[in-house]
């Protein structure tokens, strides 16, 4: 199976995710709207919009809000269009970073991550550029010692899941196949085992050495991403020593 992107680590232990309610708000919003266009608003028939709807109750998401981002993505309610781009390029010491957005201006929302690429030391590419670098994973997460592996494990495989795997710092991480996602989401559900989140992914199939001149730039870069309000997620592909990374991120 593919590697681990190590962001996903990192923007946990720093904060950097949706650290402002308002913030983690209006990214569950706009992936409500998406899904809401895309696959319609009954969530028993949208799989996608369903995943949406959980996170944005974990995260204790007015009612109303929920429902008023799923009329906005049907049209019943006015608004701006949502459309989803993904975009690409390269950090410092030549990591490639793939970038998620949901925008209703994606002339602005590229302005604005170009310049933020360029002020860190990296630079936007083509579509195409770093993605072949890239597995798309459906992704399941479980905080320490919620779950044992091995009932984890149990579970994952019956319900025909790819991988499980124990992080360095303790989470089990449940890959799937895109397509498998929603199905093993459910299994989970089944039998009470709710993950800290699930989602897609983008596992990186190789990873690029980063040293201390480069990393605290890259990590600045990476959260300056991760905060722009119209990103959803950011992957990348760095390898960076488990010591200096904790030593950077508790700064």
């Given at each position: 199976m593919a590697g681990h992107n190590k962001w996903s680590k990192v923007k946990n232990i720093k904060g950097a995710v949706?650290?402002?309610r308002s913030k983690m708000f209006t990214k569950i919003t706009k992936e409500i709207m998406v899904s809401s266009r895309i696959g319609g608003g009954n969530p028993d028939t949208n799989a996608r919009l369903r995943l949406a709807i959980q996170s944005a109750r974990e995260a204790s998401m007015p009612k109303d809000n929920i429902e008023r981002a799923i009329k906005k993505g049907t049209g019943e309610l006015g608004g701006?269009?949502?459309?989803?781009?993904?975009?690409?390029?390269?950090g410092p010491g030549g990591v490639a970073i793939l970038v998620e957005t949901t925008s209703d201006n994606k002339n602005r929302t590229v302005a604005d991550l170009r310049s933020?690429?360029?002020?860190g030391g990296g630079n936007m590419g083509e579509s195409g550029s770093v993605s072949w670098m890239f597995d798309r994973v459906g992704q399941l997460v479980f905080e320490p010692q919620t779950f044992s592996e091995d009932k984890i494990m149990e579970v994952a495989l019956e319900a025909g899941a790819q991988d499980v795997t124990t992080q360095s710092d303790g989470t089990i991480?449940?890959?799937?196949?895109?397509?498998?996602?929603?199905?093993?989401?459910?299994?989970?559900?089944?039998?009470?085992?709710?993950p800290a989140?699930?989602?897609?992914?983008?596992?990186?199939k190789t990873s690029v050495p980063v040293d201390r001149e480069k990393a605290e730039q890259l990590l600045e870069l990476l959260d300056n991403l991760e905060d722009h309000d119209d990103v959803q997620k950011v992957h990348a592909n760095f390898d960076i020593d488990d010591k200096?990374?904790?030593?950077?991120?508790?700064?």
């Open positions: 949706d650290a402002k701006e269009a949502i459309e989803e781009v993904t975009y690409e390029g390269y933020l690429f360029k002020s991480e449940v890959l799937t196949a895109t397509a498998d996602l929603y199905r093993v989401r459910d299994a989970f559900d089944k039998v009470q085992m709710a989140s699930a989602s897609f992914a983008y596992i990186p200096l990374l904790a030593e950077l991120t508790a700064k």
